[in-house]
């Protein structure tokens, strides 16, 4: 079993950044695809950014070359670092873990695994 934990969110002005965490538990994750996903009240979850195990990125379009996605295997930890985040961006993000590799990797449908996210909020 996998367990996943998020971390890091919290309240930013427009421009800042911040740096967000998923730390794994139980069962290795070396050999899932991991991803971050994102997710306001009454709204569809939308995937975010996605990482294979060659640790090879997949960004939604709207990213814009703001976020980056990485894992840590020996911490088995996967991070978000964002930038230039703007009140669009505020959302629960979640972190999810994928045990096949044959998925669409920023389909939430396609993933078994969730931790219980993780708040941030962008002020103008």
């Known amino acids: 079993q996998v367990l996943l934990a998020e971390s890091g969110g919290g309240s930013v002005q427009a421009g800042e950044s911040l740096r967000l965490s998923c730390a794994a538990s139980?069962?290795?994750?070396?050999?899932?695809?991991m991803a971050w996903f994102r997710q306001a009240p009454g709204k569809e979850r939308e995937g975010v950014a996605a990482?294979?195990?060659?640790?090879?990125?997949k960004y939604a379009p709207f990213v814009k070359d703001r976020f980056i996605i990485s894992r840590d295997y020996a911490k088995n930890v996967l991070y978000l670092e964002t930038s230039r985040l703007g009140p669009e961006d505020t959302d629960t993000y979640y972190c999810?873990?994928?045990?096949?590799?044959?998925?669409?990797?920023?389909?939430?449908?396609?993933?078994?695994?969730w931790g219980p996210g993780t708040q941030v909020t962008v002020s103008a």
């Open positions: 999810a873990a994928a045990d096949s590799l044959a998925i669409r990797v920023l389909n939430p449908g396609d993933y078994g695994h």
């Open positions: 139980g069962d290795s994750v070396d050999n899932y695809i």
């Open positions: 990482i294979d195990t060659d640790g090879r990125g």
